[in-house]
């Protein structure tokens, strides 16, 4: 495995990398063609998926609204099937972001939880999974907290912790907290009885995953270069235990339930993300850290592609032996790690 060598500093605000490809071998999945900005895995291999993300000023090539999907890892021939949203969610404006899922361990139901941008807002969709291909809608949270949100990670049926990549709406305010590189985001917990901040002075929070054991919560911090590590107290409060140099701006975060190692769906080059140009495409590129709590994590790349063939990868899932990249507007990948 190719070791990053850390050729930009930390306080780099954008990062140029051309990078050398490093393929894996992999398919395109199918019916996914406008991006599948995050996905994650069930520990039976179901794999769940949004697509068709508008998130300005990120591109994107259809004017659908955002769907939601659901693959079977463990068919011969796994292949995304748009899931059916039952309920009162309107599904016109539906456009979704991070998502999560949360299995009640008491009878073993399954809750989906996405971030949504309807009009440009962000809010909560909570919905159960009804098993088959349907989701059944429960209910939407809406608070001034979660005001920017891009990823959230559920620990409980109606409780989570959610990412604010914005400080500002306003776009000029916000392009002048990335020049002056102030660390005004945060990570917001909320539960029904209790919203509030529980981890703040971060650039701009984007992926969270939470550890197989339950203990630690993990964020990227995308401008920064880097994935913090917190540690849940008791009240849900995060302690900052440390930050692990990527290299890279990385985006979702998935989490390996057996090895606990940290995938990471990342962009190689900002520049080349946000004044998209077909004929000089974003790359993508797929980082995984290995034994992120010892003294000395090892990360490594995982592929890395110029954009020729997956462009703007956001999410790296893996489960046994496979593994399903996204991708913010592009197609995404099924891929053999073995
Ligand atoms: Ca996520
Ligand atoms: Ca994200």
Known sequence: HTVRKYTAGAADLFV???????????RYL???????????????????????????????????????????????????????????LDLSSFNPHGISVYTDETDGSVYLFVVNHPQKNSQIEIFSFVGGD?????????????????????????NFYATNDHYFHNDALHFLTILLGLSWCDVVYYSPGDVRVAASAIMSSNGINISPDKRYIYVSDILDHEIDVFKRQEGEQLVFMKSVAVGSLCDNIEVDQKSGDVWLGCHPNSMKLSQFNPEDPPGSEIIKIKNIHSEQPVVTQEYVDDGHV???????????????IGTVFHKALYCNLK
């Open 310 to 324: 997956l462009m703007a990868s956001t999410v790296a899932a893996p489960y046994e032996g496979k593994l399903l």
């Open 134 to 158: 349907t989701l059944l809608h429960l209910k939407t949270i809406i608070h001034p907290l979660l005001h920017s949100v891009n990823d959230i990670i559920a620990v409980g049926v109606e």
């Open 30 to 88: 199918e019916n996914i063609e406008y991006g599948a900005e995050d996905i994650t895995v069930l520990k039976d291999g179901l794999a769940f998926f949004s697509t068709g993300l508008k998130y300005p000023p990120l591109p994107s090539f259809s004017d659908d609204p955002g769907k939601m999907y659901i693959l079977d890892l463990l068919h011969p021939r796994p292949t995304p099937v748009m899931l059916q949203i039952k309920g009162q």
């Open 16 to 26: 140029f990398l051309e990078v050398p490809v490093k393929h894996l071998k992999c």
